[in-house]
């Protein structure tokens, strides 16, 4: 292990609970050289192309071509463009001028350290020694990365902090050529004039001037009210190559003399490939290799399908492991557990037991979910030039551009790894893994020489993925004469995320106990009365699980909401005025179920086999609410026919992005809930490809009203908090249309199916 | 030996007959506009059109198009002229990902070369294909769009 490596398995922690731990891991690191980590990235160089970067964030071309670097994964939900708004706010540009661009860079800066997703800190929330640390210490590692919903929340005030001082710098550079002071030039998109407009000059002639500029201090940003980029539907700036075909995914790189790859991994979480029997494959038109990857084998060809041909003909002899994992048993494991209140951690309080004893009426519900995979519908791949002289080339639509570099500096004696990172068909989540990439970064070191793209084929996918993991709680609750819920008590059994992700992707040990993935959206919900009991069973098993689309929330929303409309019901309430009175009343919760009330017009039951259902969730700093409705057959057959949202993500900045993220997280719950299970019987994944493991189509849909809160606070994230309130929302209409509770997802397993319009 | 007529031009393969016209489209002839998705014909990433009509060429082998004309996104736009379906595609800023999209921009330009004001019913019976962003809402605002600028003189 590299020494990079190990620093990174010291200071790489999550949760709220490991802030001291990173600091006292950064003191150990050493106070002077962390001082001397460039977190904000706001000085200008010049660039190995011939161009400047005037901050890390912005690259001038002497053609006057301004490139916007957005080191966070485009994978459809918009980041590119809503990051380029940021920059071109302050910097004072048309951002769909066609002289600007955005681009994901290469090269991995401190500055784009995702530590607001590694810590789970907002950098405007506190500015102690302890994040001074933190921040410093996951800078120092670089730790590039997409995910959590952080790529607005983590830069909203540093990249338009580096779009000011790239317009200041270039202001300056302006006004020693004009020979005029700065605050008489005026400045249009990407130049600058003299007050009687008679010189101009352009940011490409100043680049290298500003090279020797010193950046201003205490520059003051715009305000919400001065904002002309903020806040606009700036059209995506991908979408144009997107309809021609022309947009270059993970799977579209083409390199002179490349080969291409297809991957057969042990069908058993946890087998090894013992024996290769290579029959007459290597003799088949185009064959190139067989390579042997202990837990996969890859065939390489000068084609992809006729390098899967030779995959599938081969015949393989595999290791087992001791234990074959089984979803059903773990279901079981998790129940029990539950039961003999085997807890791995518990947070409570006041007297639970006195609580209940005292109320008035007690409710109790135990709810189930299934595993899921993320099946993005560009299946993994990854694309590697390993050369003769060990540098390597590696191009992957990967959430993890630093986590994928260590993995093909692991592959072999690997030198100046650069790592390129490609629009992605879909993450969700899955492309935070880094398998992928090794299988990749092990094939071209044993092609040396020769690029190759390693292809998963949908089966594959969908058989090793690292999955969202299957939960079971139960919930109880007292309520008061009132109606009010008076003791609450989650039990939530479920795999850790954090547990299997961390060795598996980083190297590092499981955290020490549960971690809060488990229990987000329950362990801090506004619903928590005074008496309160929180606690979660985890259980071993050798399926691998990761992040999924708003991870812990998925569940615990469905949980949650559907348990508060289960309560409505047991207090002959209406579900959303039970909901109203049981949250605080100025809880941002509230404010968007008010708005929700309205906007969808609530009234109460509908009648005639039509349901609504209703949900309330906050997670990745955003409060989202869904009124979904529906009607219900005789045949269980149930039509979605609209859906109603409101959206608090506090300050917008771009209204039709976050609509899209609204809608898209919406239906990807949906999904789930309508069709979504992945089982384990013998080690193996039973679902294989689409026609096994459904997706709701354009007959199936619904439509949706998206509504968003106005308002100035910090921004939150988009693109998770719309899937939570999907399958809550759906089980409570289907409730609402029958009278059925449904608590055990998917709906299908309770005989329900989705009406193709 | 395959000959296959693409986007007008013909191409003389050394293919086997039985591989799939995706992977001649995508390895053999750089078209990677056409995506790969499940390889079983069931999401539609892959769509092209032969003689016009939507076809999946993930299951669709090269000696059953020999002779055919087929047609992939990377010409659907006129000498850099965006097609009346690609441009109520950017009007309505469908794509999210993206990756699925070429599949239903060429699945909506056969339903609309076919039936110029179609249904919803008949949009939903054409367009089965999968995106997994969740873009359906805006798929259908963009395909009656499109409609209504094919019919007012915009090119397929």
């Known amino acids: ?757 | 030996m395959a000959r296959l007529t693409i986007n007008g031009k013909g191409h003389d393969l050394d293919v086997e007959g039985e591989m799939p016209l995706l992977w001649v489209l995508r390895d053999e002839l750089n078209l990677t506009g056409t995506k790969f998705g499940c390889g079983a014909g069931l999401c539609g990433a892959c769509t092209v059109t032969v003689d016009g009509e939507a076809t999946r060429s993930c299951i669709t082998t090269v000696e059953s198009v020999e002779g055919t004309n087929i047609r992939t996104i990377e010409t659907l736009a006129d000498a850099g002229t965006l097609s009346a379906v690609q441009q109520a595609w950017v009007e309505h800023q469908v794509p999210q990902c993206g990756y699925c999209q070429p599949g239903f921009i060429m699945a909506t330009s056969a339903l609309l070369d076919q039936t110029p004001d179609p249904s919803d019913d008949e949009i939903d019976e054409a367009l089965t294909n999968i995106c997994r962003c969740g873009t359906y809402e805006r798929i259908r605002a963009a395909v009656r769009r499109a409609a209504q600028l094919k019919k007012s003189g915009g090119q397929s």
């Open chain 1, 1 to 757: 292990m590299s020494k990079k490596r190990s620093l990174t398995r010291r200071i790489f922690m999550i949760g709220s609970a490991s802030i001291a731990g990173v600091a006292i891991a950064g003191v150990g690191i050493g106070t002077g050289y962390l001082a001397s980590v460039d977190v904000d990235g706001l000085g200008a160089s010049k660039n190995d192309t011939g161009s400047v970067d005037v901050t890390a964030w912005i690259n001038i071309a002497p053609d006057n071509k301004v490139t916007i670097y957005v080191p966070f994964l485009e994978m459809g939900q918009g980041t590119h463009t809503g990051m380029g708004q940021l920059v071109a706010e302050e910097l004072g540009i048309d951002i769909e001028a066609e002289n600007v661009s955005v681009t994901h860079p290469s090269r991995e800066l401190s500055a784009y350290a995702n530590w607001t997703m590694f810590l789970n800190r907002r950098p405007e929330e506190e500015a102690g020694p302890v994040t001074w640390f933190s921040q410093r210490a996951i800078a120092a590692m670089r730790m590039v990365a997409t995910g959590g919903s952080t790529a607005i929340v983590g830069n909203w005030s540093g990249v338009r902090q580096a779009g000011a001082t790239a317009r200041e710098l270039l202001k300056a550079a302006a006004a020693q050529k004009l020979g005029v002071p700065a605050d008489k030039l005026s400045q249009h998109h990407t130049e600058f004039s003299t007050p009687d407009g008679a010189q101009i000059v352009k940011f490409g002639d100043l680049a290298e001037l500003a090279l020797q500029q010193t950046p201003p201090t205490n520059i003051k940003l715009r305000g919400h009210e001065d904002f002309t980029v903020i806040g606009k539907s700036v059209p995506r700036l991908d979408i144009p190559e997107k309809v021609r075909g022309a947009a270059r995914y993970g799977i579209d790189v083409r390199l002179p003399d490349m080969v291409f790859a297809a991957l057969h991994q042990a069908p058993v979480f946890g087998a090894k490939i013992k024996k290769i029997d290579e029959g007459q494959a290597r003799k088949r038109h185009g064959i190139i290799d067989i390579v042997n990857l202990e837990t996969a084998v890859a065939v390489v060809a000068d084609n992809t399908w006729r390098a899967k041909q030779a995959v599938e003909a081969l015949d393989i002899t595999y290791e087992w492991p001791a234990e074959f994992a089984d979803s059903s048993k773990i279901k079981a494991d998790l129940k029990s557990r539950i039961e003999a209140e085997d807890y791995t951690r518990t947070d409570s309080r006041r007297d639970i037991p006195l609580h209940f004893e005292q109320a008035a009426k007690t409710i109790e519900a135990v709810y189930e979910t299934p595993y899921l995979a993320h099946a993005t519908m560009e299946p993994m791949n990854t694309t590697v030039w390993w050369k003769e002289d060990d540098t390597v080339e590696v191009w992957s639509p990967t959430q993890s551009q630093t986590a994928t570099r260590w993995a093909a500096e692991a592959a072999g004696s690997a030198k100046d790894v650069t790592v390129h990172v490609t629009y992605a068909g879909g993450g969700f989540g899955r492309r935070a893994e880094t398998d992928f990439a090794i299988y990749a970064a092990k094939v071209a070191h044993a092609l040396k020489g020769r690029p190759v793209q390693v292809i998963w084929s949908r089966e594959e996918d969908m058989r090793h993925d690292d999955y969202r993991p299957g939960a079971i709680a139960k919930m109880s609750a007292g309520l008061d004469a009132a109606g009010k819920i008076s003791v609450l008590k989650a039990e939530v059994g479920s795999q850790s995320v954090f547990a299997s992700y961390l060795p598996r992707n980083l190297g590092m040990p499981a955290p020490a106990s549960q971690d809060e993935a488990t229990l987000e959206g329950i362990l801090k919900s506004p619903y928590l009365p005074p008496a309160w009991q929180v606690s979660a069973v985890d259980v071993d098993t050798s399926i691998p699980v990761g992040f999924w689309r708003s991870v812990g929330h998925s569940n615990n929303s469905f949980f949650m909401e559907c348990f508060a409309d289960e309560c409505a019901t047991g207090a002959g309430l209406d579900p959303a005025q039970f909901k109203l009175a049981n949250l605080p009343a100025n809880s941002r919760e509230a404010r968007v179920l008010k708005l929700l009330m309205e906007k969808a017009g609530w009234t109460g039951p509908l009648g005639n086999g039509k349901g609504r259902g209703l949900a309330v969730h906050k997670s990745f700093r955003s409060v989202v609410g869904a009124v979904l409705d529906v009607s219900v057959d005789d045949e269980k057959t149930v039509t979605l026919e609209k859906a109603v949202m409101v959206c608090d993500c506090g300050t917008v900045i771009n209204p039709r992005l976050v609509e899209a993220q609204m809608q898209g997280g919406l239906i990807f719950g949906l999904t789930a809930a309508a069709f979504g299970e992945i089982t384990v019987e013998q080690g193996k994944v039973t679902q294989g490809n689409f026609d096994e493991y459904e997706m709701l189509k354009l007959a199936s849909a619904p439509s949706i009203e998206v509504h968003l809160m106005p308002g100035t606070d910090l921004p939150g994230g988009v693109g998770e908090p719309g899937t939570p309130p999907a399958a809550p929302a759906l089980a409570n209409a289907i409730f609402a249309a029958t009278g059925e509770r449904i608590r055990t997802l998917p709906i299908s397993k309770a005989g329900y199916s989705i009406a193709e319009a």
